[in-house]
């Protein structure tokens, strides 16, 4: 999976600065993935928050990864998206 290769976030700007590729847990080599930024609609040009932030969406793209069910009494799989920070 090359995702970030092919990012449409921002087709002028390199790719990897609006693609993150994401690495595996070690008991999951099979799985792949990577998170995009892409820019929400705005009729301004930039979506920003009341704050003054930028707003992005994210889209993810993963493959791999083995039935929720095979590791427990799970049904789905939950992502979190968090700044550096946190």
């Keep these: 999976m090359d995702v970030c290769a092919r990012s449409t976030g921002y087709r002028s700007a390199a790719p990897d600065l609006y693609c993150i590729?994401?690495?595996a847990a070690p008991d999951f080599p099979a799985a792949t993935g990577a998170v995009e930024l892409l820019r929400r609609a705005s009729p301004f040009g930039a979506s920003v928050t009341a704050d003054?932030?930028?707003?992005w969406?994210?889209?993810l793209t993963l493959a791999?990864?083995?039935d929720p069910r095979s590791?427990?009494?799970?049904?789905t799989y939950v992502a979190w998206a968090s700044t550096p920070t946190l």
């Design 52 to 55: 003054g932030q930028h707003a």
């Design 71 to 75: 590791l427990g009494d799970y049904t």
């Design 64 to 66: 791999g990864l083995p």
């Design 21 to 23: 590729d994401l690495v």
């Design 57 to 59: 969406n994210l889209r």
